[in-house]
Nanobody, 123 residues
């Protein structure tokens, strides 16, 4: 599976962005998908995950109520809708695929990673 993340950019605090992650390969619909982020000087952290069918979602407390993860298996794409953005959301955002089909917040569960897309939130 190859993953290509897009949709990052510069936005003011309180604004919104939608990230997309397009996957190649016929097995996308059997993978759980996750979004992680890494801010400058910090470790990579979990943001959100969705199981293979889209029926189970999981969010980090820091983004709960502001971010929404979704997927379209017909388009081999997972999305991250980010609303009410804060300067502390500034980071490189990565999408990842987990062949175990269950949602996980642990990066070691994910076998495939996209290249990352930069989100910058100005105050």
């Amino acid at each position: 599976v190859q993953l290509q993340a897009s949709g990052g950019g510069l936005v003011q605090a309180g604004g919104s962005l939608r990230l997309s992650c397009a996957a190649t390969g016929r097995t996308f619909s059997s993978y759980a998908m996750g979004w992680f982020r890494q801010a400058p000087g910090k470790e990579r952290e979990f943001v959100a995950a969705i199981n293979y069918s889209g029926g189970r979602l999981y969010y980090a407390d820091s983004v709960k109520g502001r971010f929404t993860i979704s997927r379209d298996n017909a388009k081999n794409t997972v999305y991250l809708q980010m609303n009410s953005l804060k300067p502390e959301d500034t980071a490189v955002y990565y999408c990842a695929a987990d062949p175990s089909r269950i949602v996980s917040a642990h990066s070691y569960e994910y076998d495939y990673w996209g290249q990352g897309t930069l989100v910058t939130v100005s105050s």
